[in-house]
């Protein structure tokens, strides 16, 4: 199974809106609602954004969304902060019973 | 619910090693465990699960034959394990927790802190 295509980087400035689109295929992205994103931040553990398309974990902040369609998920983070800077990764569950990541995308905050 | 893994490794080509993660703070038996490897500044990369009750296990394609998956459920602790390490093996790995019992569709929910893995002549 191949990686999900992301861009490798994105930037914005704060307040600004970025989006970060997740590329797969019909065997993973596009068969399932099983799409996750992940904010790492640099030396520390991956932390659940959103998971299955479109919902938020309890705690993380409503400036975060995800939507979905075919085969590409997207990443929507508004009214962009400092503390947003970060690598974020797509994931999604395959038709194998596995789970495909992406290849990640830094998010830089100009 | 806290996952803890043990400490970093260094390690030469050809050596074998076991990596743990403890879990604590819910049951155990029922809950998908995950490794991921993250080489320094790049990607995370699925490797596979284990269902601690009865150790079912599932591979990514590119870790099939390459590493070992097993569980303890007596003592709550999951392993990764190789028999001949490789310079290429040099990375991060993560353990993590998926959110809902007996199920792998729903998403890694808690994350072990990581374990370095440094494979050098």
């Known amino acids: 199974q191949s990686a999900l295509t992301q861009p490798a980087s994105v930037s914005g400035s704060p307040g600004q809106s970025i989006t970060i689109s997740c590329t797969g295929t019909s065997s993973d992205v596009g068969g399932y609602s099983y799409v996750s994103w992940y904010q790492q931040h640099p030396g520390k553990a991956p932390k659940l954004m959103i998971y299955d398309v479109s919902n938020r974990p309890s705690g993380v902040s409503n400036r975060f969304s995800g939507s979905k369609s075919g085969n590409t998920a997207s990443l929507t983070i508004s009214g962009l902060q400092a503390e947003d800077e970060a690598d974020y990764y797509c994931?999604?569950?395959?038709?194998?019973?596995?789970?495909?990541f992406g290849g990640g995308t830094k998010l830089t905050v100009l | 619910v806290q996952l803890v893994q043990s400490g970093a490794e260094v390690k030469k080509p050809g050596e074998s090693l076991r990596i743990s993660c403890q879990g604590s703070g819910y049951s155990f038996t029922t809950y998908w465990i995950a490794w991921v490897r993250q080489v320094p500044g790049k990607g995370l990369e699925w490797m596979g699960v284990i269902y601690p009750d009865d150790s079912d296990t599932r591979f990514s394609p590119s870790f099939q034959g390459q590493v070992t998956i097993s569980a303890d459920k007596s003592i709550s602790t999951a392993y990764l394990q190789w028999s001949s390490l490789k310079a290429s093996d040099t990375a991060i790995y993560y353990c993590?927790?998926?959110?809902?019992?007996?199920?792998?569709?729903?998403?890694?929910?808690?994350w072990g802190q990581g374990t370095l893995v440094t494979v050098s002549s």
């Open positions: 994931s999604s569950y395959t038709t194998s019973s596995t789970r495909v």
């Open positions: 993590a927790r998926y959110r809902d019992p007996f199920d792998t569709r729903v998403p890694l929910e808690y």
